[in-house]
Nanobody, 117 residues
Framework: QVQVVESGGGLVQPGGSLRLSCAASGSIFGVIFMGWFRQAPGKQRELVAGIIGSGVTNLLDSVKGRFTLSRDNAKNTMYLQMNSLRSEDTAVYYC???????????WGQGTQVTVSS
C-alpha cells in the first residue's frame, strides 16, 4: 500500500523558518509530479510549489524568494524549506504525488503550519 506522510509543521514566529517533509512509502512508479498545496480556513486550496520529472520547479508568486522545494530521490522524500514566514502562510499544507505509469495520484493527510506572535 502506498502512503504519503507529511511532517515538520508547527507553530513559528513571524520571520521564522520551518522545513516540511513529504515521505512516500510503498510501490510508486513513474512519478511525473510532486508538489505542496496549502489550504487556509475558508479559502481555496492552492498550489504552493511543484516539481516535475525533469526537475523544473514552480512556486506561488507570494512565496518566491522565501520557499525552496527540493527532493531526495534515494529517500523518496520531498522537502519544502520555508523562510521569512508570514501570518498569511498559516494553513494546512498537503503533499501530492502524481504518477503516470500506471496512472495514480496520492495525497498526504496534511500538516498544520501556524505563523503567529
Amino acid at each position: 500500500q502506498v502512503q504519503v506522510v507529511e511532517s515538520g509543521g508547527g507553530l513559528v514566529q513571524p520571520g521564522g523558518s520551518l522545513r516540511l517533509s513529504c515521505a512516500a512509502s510503498g510501490s510508486i512508479f513513474g512519478v511525473i509530479f510532486m508538489g505542496w498545496f496549502r489550504q487556509a480556513p475558508g479559502k481555496q486550496r492552492e498550489l504552493v510549489a511543484g516539481i516535475i520529472g525533469s526537475g523544473v520547479t514552480n512556486l506561488l508568486d507570494s512565496v518566491k524568494g522565501r520557499f525552496t522545494l527540493s527532493r531526495d530521490n534515494a529517500k523518496n522524500t520531498m522537502y519544502l524549506q520555508m523562510n521569512s514566514l508570514r501570518s498569511e502562510d498559516t494553513a494546512v499544507y498537503y503533499c501530492k504525488i502524481v504518477c503516470g505509469h500506471p496512472p495514480a495520484e496520492y495525497w498526504g493527510q496534511g500538516t498544520q503550519v501556524t505563523v503567529s506572535s
